[in-house]
């Protein structure tokens, strides 16, 4: 039942070191469950999303919200039959290149980097983690990923342009990816604009008011909602709207993507990935609502006040603990003192910090920089 424009497992580029095949996992399944296993996707759970434990332990961390990315790419995958095995592979390794404490931890990650000319990018990250620091097989080091998972970790939401990455010439980059890769940018979106204001509206940061007078989606959900269910308690209401929101961009999504499939006239996933310009995409109704919620959830809540104390520390906590380990390399566990022989100190104590989860930053701060 796959359309002729998704991925097809027979077309695959395969894997870097050969492997039999398994009897009753596909490759794209065999990659998911490598994703699963990882380490770097277990420490996921302890990574912040946009709230530290310290507001509530039912709030998303970096692991809820990969899951919540992965269900709807798989039902957006499935309606578009696209292949579905490799969205959801692609889903769960999306944000594993992340560092701890959220955007405020990547951001002064890659401020440290800047001052040795060089810079964190939590993509590129992702692929050197895939590719190298995970260790379970004899035979190879890294997962063995196959190509479109490769490349999807690469171009899912950036485009990288090719002179300036020579190292990355082999995902293609002056072409586009796949349908099943260019879905994961817009699912991550849809996760992350309705979940963000789930847990505000539960964290006292956003009221219901602001949310249903400056984010034009939920205003007219909620709407709906009041005529179906004038009396239900206020925070069913928001519930009942959120979903509605959800389901519309979802919904469009499907639809206009495959609007745009069906009047660019690609027939292959070599179609898609020569054709100029990305085909997954919103209409553009539900792209500006998109953008509104987007905004307002940057003005009042990333950048909100009540926000602004804990993300100063936690770029404190990042770069102080960078400079420390540049001035004190012999701190450094042992296989990282190696390992800086050879990709040099700045890039080693990045991939270090980077790899780390909220918890265990912080006691490595308390540790070296505590007084
Ligand atoms: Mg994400």
Known sequence: M??????HL???RGRRFPEPHHPYRNDYQRDRDRVIHARAFRRLEAKTQVFTRRYSDHFRNRLTHTLEVTQISRTIAGALNLNVDLAEALALVHDIGHPPFGHAGEKALDAAMREHALSFDHNLHALRIVEDFEQRYAAFRGLNLTFEVREGIIKHSHDYDAKEHPELAEYLL????PLEAQLIDLTDEIAYNTADLDDGYEAHLLTLDDIREEVPAFGNAFE???RIYPDAPDKLKF???LKRVLNRFVDDLIRNTQKRV????VRTAEDIRRHPMRLAAFSSAVESERKQSKQFLYENLYFSPSLAGEKDEAEEVVSDLFAYWMGHPETLPRNYQEK?????????????IAGMTDPFILEQY?????S
Request: overall charge negative.
């Open 340 to 352: 800086a022989k050879e990709d040099g100190l700045p890039r080693t104590i990045c991939d270090y």
């Open 239 to 241: 519930n009942e709207a």
């Open 262 to 265: 069906n009047d660019a006239g």
């Open 10 to 12: 027979e077309h695959s």
């Open 366 to 370: 308390e540790k070296h920089c505590g």
């Open 2 to 7: 796959l359309a002729p424009y998704a991925v």
């Open 224 to 226: 709906e909602v009041v």
């Open 174 to 177: 002056d072409l586009r990816p």
